[in-house]
């Protein structure tokens, strides 16, 4: 076994403190990875306190790691020592199950394996993230990050880029579209490059007018105060895809009223009540609304090799393990831009 250092929360109301655990030796298929850089995602803040009542203490958070490849197994063919690499929300699936077979472990049925908080599929122990300086995963689940853009940086695109850029390419979001993008988090972010890149007229909404600035530097076309009745008014009918990353509670029948006939909406972020929807609004012009989670593993490296096309990145703000409490109190208040990213290499 391989002793790992990282930093767990031990329950719902502790903070993180520092935790030595052990990783599996690598097998025949197996990637050690040196974590060099892991994102803060807001599902880790949710996990840490158990919001949404799974959490399997002790939790070591993170599921956007780049690191730098040590060793390999004997049967492995894609990576090799120095190489890097990326894992993201998932690590195993049943490979078998139809959606397994169709690319989209994420909706694996039988035994999917998140990177952390859930079972390890040889049932002992459950899985251990990113907050700490290694992990061991089959090659399989290990992504290749593209070398021309900063690593640090990329490590937010294994939650936020694939969770947003996979709903964009399902629905087929491109040129001679108007895309809404609701809320300027860390996803929001991300979905506003990508829906750029993908040359769709991009409209920002905002309850807040201090981010205007940052969403046109970011490439959207509009900025809309969603708490402007009038603003919003202007909106009504001309939209053809939403992606709403919000995950605090909100109308999203105030969103469905900007869709033109046949357009859709779709929800990535995930609020903690259950959300109302106005019937008659979706049948009176035929919009169809809908959830999405995270991406397979083709579609994830697709959306890498996009972003390294694209020259498409988070916007971080990197600090040290240890910080990561403080960083959870900024994340709950939403006092950050974008997104954190843990270096693992910083002390303090």
Known sequence: MIPVRGYAAHDARSQLVPFQFERREPGPRDV????????????DLHVARNDWGISQYPVVPGHEIVGRVVRVGSGVTKFKAGDLGGVGVMVDSCRSCENCRDGMEQYCTVSGVQTYNTPEKDGKGHTRGGYSEAIVVDEDFVLKVP???????VAPLLCAGITTYSPLRHWKVGPGQRVGVVGLGGLGHIGVKLAR???????VFSTSEKKKQDALRLGAHEVVVSSDPEAMAAQAGRLHFIIDTVSANHDVNAYLKLLRRDGHMVLVGIPDQPLQVNAMLLMSGRLSFSGSGAGGLAETQEMLDFCGQHGIVSDIELIALPAINDAFERLHKGDVRYRFVIDLKRSA
């Open 147 to 153: 070398a021309n853009l900063d690593p640090a940086a």
């Open 197 to 203: 890149a993908l040359g769709a007229h991009v409209v």
């Open 32 to 43: 050690q990875l040196e974590v060099l850089y892991c994102g803060v995602c807001h599902t």
